[in-house]
Nanobody, 128 residues
Framework: QVHVVESGGGLVQAGGSLRLSCAASGRTFSSYPMGWFRQAPGKEREFVAGISRNSVSTYYADSVKGRITISRDNAKNTVYLQMNSLKPEDTAIYYC?????????????????????WGQGTQVTVSS
């Protein structure tokens, strides 16, 4: 059984920063891509960022490029989401997801149904 657990959410003022962490267990962490998605109230879940198993490739939604960075530490079985210059529209529940297969190309990272395991989510609230 694969477990995915997010942490690090909270309340922050606009312009501030947060770092989310996601710990995964139950299979070889370094063998699969990872992704972050978010869901705001009344909206559909959307892709935020994705990272290949060896960190060579990263992908971002246009809305977060330049402000958010995804990274991973395979030795710690953890993926991170560093969020800077936060805006009120970044308010959402942030979900970490583990890939279903070892390799994705391009837009495959952005599709939620390509991820097999999901965490429960962590709330991020950005006040204006």
């Amino acid at each position: 059984q694969v477990h995915v657990v997010e942490s690090g959410g909270g309340l922050v003022q606009a312009g501030g920063s947060l770092r989310l962490s996601c710990a995964a267990s139950g299979r070889t962490f370094s063998s699969y891509p990872m992704g972050w998605f978010r869901q705001a109230p009344g909206k559909e879940r959307e892709f935020v960022a994705g990272i290949s198993r060896n960190s060579v490739s990263t992908y971002y939604a246009d809305s977060v490029k330049g402000r958010i960075t995804i990274s991973r530490d395979n030795a710690k079985n953890t993926v991170y989401l560093q969020m800077n210059s936060l805006k009120p529209e970044d308010t959402a529940i942030y979900y970490c997801a583990a890939g279903a297969v070892a390799f994705y190309s391009g837009t495959a990272y952005t599709r939620a149904n390509n991820y097999a395991y999901w965490g429960q989510g962590t709330q991020v609230t950005v006040s204006s």
